[in-house]
């Protein structure tokens, strides 16, 4: 079975990790422009991304509004719960799934996706349950890296670089 269905965490994968606040109360967040570009390039290859994050942020709204994500959830303390549902939603199964994160709150929706990726720079605890460690830290191009990881695997390097012939 091929993976249809990318999961992503936001803070430590598509970002760095780190919350900056301005003196007016602003949330910073940097996201990766290769990052997001691999993300559009797997959706127009007619695959799903969904992005599921235990925070609130209007920035990652923003982000994924941009990116086209049509699958985003974010407050989410059970991301397990959240992926089981969603693949309900889509009649896919697990082994459908690729997923990546970083802490221990990404802990159990790793164990449940067929292919689990993590950054570099994750936690010990996760590093232990993925099927991927990246060489990429989080927010440095991690997701592109897991996008390209899965384009190869999946035999589709040819149709991904024709989309930008």
């Known amino acids: 079975m091929s993976i249809e269905l990318i999961v992503l965490d936001v803070d430590g ?16 967040k940097s996201f990766n422009v290769k990052d997001g570009l691999a993300i559009a390039s797997w959706r127009r290859l007619g695959k799903q991304v969904a992005i599921i994050t ?17 699958y985003f959830y974010q407050g989410v303390d059970n991301k397990k719960e959240v992926l089981e549902d969603l693949l309900d ?16 709150n990404d802990l159990q929706m790793l ?27 989080g927010g440095d191009g991690a997701v592109r890296e897991m996008i390209e990881h899965l384009i190869i695997k999946e035999g589709l390097e040819q149709e991904y670089l024709e989309l930008w012939d």
């Open 54 to 70: 235990g925070r609130h942020s209007s920035i990652v709204a923003r982000r994924a509004k941009e990116l086209r994500i049509e």
């Open 111 to 137: 164990k449940l996706a067929k292919i689990s990726f993590v950054p570099r720079d994750a936690s010990a605890y996760v590093d232990k349950i993925a099927t991927v460690v990246l060489s990429k830290r």
């Open 13 to 28: 994968t598509m970002t760095n990790s780190h919350i900056t606040y301005s003196e007016t109360g602003d949330e910073i």
């Open 89 to 104: 939603k889509l009649e896919l199964t697990l082994e459908n799934v690729a997923a990546i994160g970083d802490d221990l």
